[in-house]
């Protein structure tokens, strides 16, 4: 069985957008690259996989686009030709190496986390809440930004019950975010 690795960027004060003040640097994209490369394929809801889509697609040109730095390179590489699911209701085909889950989502991603391989990767917002409260998620992983946003979405609101997590790892960089992984706790009977 393979876990579902729930990673995503945050600030101190919980906000998740992406808009937050929150840029990439070298150091980070060079983490989120082997994180991606850790994956068998990512998961996403219909927000995070249109915005991927926009940011980190090849363009037909098979040329990345000027604004992109040197470093960057790697990382859209990776996500670019990773394998995606794609949790949504409303679009009706999906294509940049990616499959539409459809129906009950908890089955597929429970089918999907069911096969072998390294592991599968969920970011964005609202589809890592609603597998969180399936208690589908294996591990946790934030990006912790030394920066308050003051407003936005903010990280898991709205969860129904509390997760009890036990720490993994965690890693400084010289921007001063700090990499955090938990698992969550199992109770045993």
């Known amino acids: 069985m393979r876990p579902l690795r729930y990673s995503i960027n945050v600030t101190l ?17 060079r983490y989120w690259t082997a994180e991606m490369e850790r994956a068998d394929a990512l998961l996403f809801g219909r927000v995070t996989y249109e915005m991927m889509e926009s940011a980190w697609r090849k363009p037909a040109t098979d040329t990345w686009p000027d604004w992109m730095d040197e470093w960057q390179i790697p990382f859209a590489e990776t996500i670019d030709r990773a394998k995606k699911y794609v949790v949504s209701s409303t679009l009706s085909a ?38 969180a409260d399936l208690g589908l998620i294996d591990e946790y992983e934030f990006l912790v930004q030394p920066v308050l946003a003051g407003h936005g979405p903010t990280l898991l609101a709205g969860l129904r ?13 010289r921007s001063g975010a700090v990499a955090l992984r938990y698992r969550p706790t199992r109770v045993t009977a």
């Not at 019950?161 to 960089?173: A, C, G, M, N």
């Open 94 to 131: 999906v294509d940049w190496n990616a499959e539409l889950v459809r129906g009950d989502f908890g089955q597929a991603v429970q089918r999907l986390k069911q096969e072998s391989g390294e592991g599968l990767w969920v970011g964005g917002v609202t589809l890592p809440l609603a597998l």
């Open 161 to 173: 019950e509390r997760i009890q997590l036990e720490p993994v790892d965690r890693r400084k960089f």
């Open 13 to 29: 004060d919980g906000c998740c957008h992406h808009e937050a003040g929150l840029p990439p640097d070298e150091e980070s994209m």
